[in-house]
């Protein structure tokens, strides 16, 4: 399975951009992380198959929203009240199997990961 993110860009503070992510085939879990100059990866947000089950980092509760659509095999990441802090590339990554747990996700449980946007916050 390949993954394709997109949706990255330049946003003041405050503002919103939505991430996507297209999947070239099924999948189960799918899950955002990003990475920042300097820091490791860390997990953002997690939907299960089905979308009834979504796991966020305690950063980004309440302004970020993970959703799906398998029928287009593409999960969205919508980013509401931008911080400069939200700066960083976002890698989409997915599963082969549903995974079970709480957040923070490892990003070990993930098998297949796309080749990252970059977002970029102004203050």
């Known amino acids: 399975v390949q993954l394709q993110a997109s949706g990255g860009g330049l946003v003041q503070a405050g503002g919103s951009l939505r991430l996507s992510c297209a999947a070239s085939?099924?999948?189960?879990?799918m899950g955002w992380f990003r990475q920042a100059p300097g820091k490791e990866r860390e997990f953002v947000a997690d939907?299960?198959?089905?979308?009834?089950?979504?796991l966020y980092a305690d950063s980004v509760k309440g302004r970020f929203t993970i959703s799906r659509d398998n029928a287009k095999n593409t999960v969205y990441l919508q980013m509401n009240s931008l911080k400069p802090e939200d700066a960083a590339v976002y890698y989409c990554?997915?599963?082969?199997?549903?995974?079970?747990?709480?957040?923070?996700?490892?990003?070990?449980?993930?098998?297949?990961w796309g080749q990252g946007t970059q977002v970029t916050v102004s203050s």
């Open positions: 085939g099924r999948t189960f879990n």
């Open positions: 939907i299960n198959w089905n979308g009834a089950s979504t």
């Open positions: 990554a997915a599963t082969f199997r549903e995974i079970l747990g709480t957040a923070p996700r490892s990003e070990r449980l993930y098998d297949y």
